[in-house]
């Protein structure tokens, strides 16, 4: 199984994610388990896909792209789900009153230049 994530708007790669049991369900990732010749995962594989700040405004595509066995074996699947974003930090009170003081002093030399 692939997981990749491009930025569109510059064309970067900037998740590029292999999950691969091997043939034999031996596994070359510890996220498979084996049962004599089958191979799965024993709980839900989750992904957090982190993008930095810095590229707010992209335009960004997510592949999954997954293999099923043949007709006569087990079928598979594989989910996307969850996607939002991260809040933003709520302002320190130092900064409304740093905002206060500024707009006070505003004021003040508005005031002043009023009665000059």
Known sequence: ???TLTD???GQLLINRTYNAGFTGGGVDSR???SGDLFYT???QVEK???DQSLSGHSF???LLAADCEPTGHTGYAYLDGFGSVSPPV???STYG???AGLGLLGYMARRKKSA
Do not use: G, K, N, V
Request: overall charge negative.
């Open 8 to 10: 569109d708007t510059t």
């Open 49 to 51: 896909l982190t993008i």
């Open 1 to 3: 199984m692939m997981l």
């Open 42 to 44: 024993p709980t839900w």
């Open 98 to 100: 740093m905002m206060l």
């Open 32 to 34: 498979f388990a084996t």
């Open 61 to 63: 595509t997510l592949s």
């Open 91 to 93: 302002p320190e009170p």
